[in-house]
Nanobody, 123 residues
């Protein structure tokens, strides 16, 4: 499956952005989807994940209550709604797909990755 992330940009602290992850190539609903991020000089960090149906979700503590992951299998697209953004949320955000139907939270469990979209939160 090929993934393309979009929706990043520059936003002030407290603002909102919605990232999209468009999938093509294989049956999107066969895959769990995750969002990760990587800030300059840091490793790739788990943000959120959802299972194949979107019925189960899981979040990193740092974004819980502010970010919402969802998916629309009919549109082959996953989303990450980000509210209450903070400067520490600044990073390149990646969407990824896993052959596991269930939720997984480590990069090694994801075989397919999008190209990343930059989110910059100014203070």
């Amino acid at each position: 499956v090929q993934l393309q992330a979009s929706g990043g940009g520059l936003v002030q602290a407290g603002g909102s952005l919605r990232l999209s992850c468009a999938a093509s190539g294989r049956t999107f609903s066969s895959y769990a989807v995750g969002w990760f991020r990587q800030a300059p000089g840091k490793g790739r960090e788990f943000v959120a994940a959802t299972n194949w149906s979107g019925g189960s979700t899981y979040y990193a503590d740092s974004v819980k209550g502010r970010f919402t992951i969802s998916r629309d299998n009919a549109k082959n697209t996953a989303y990450l709604q980000m509210n209450g953004l903070k400067p520490e949320d600044t990073a390149v955000y990646y969407c990824a797909a896993s052959s596991y139907h269930m939720i997984v939270a480590t990069p090694k469990d994801y075989a397919f990755w999008g190209q990343g979209t930059l989110v910059t939160v100014s203070s």
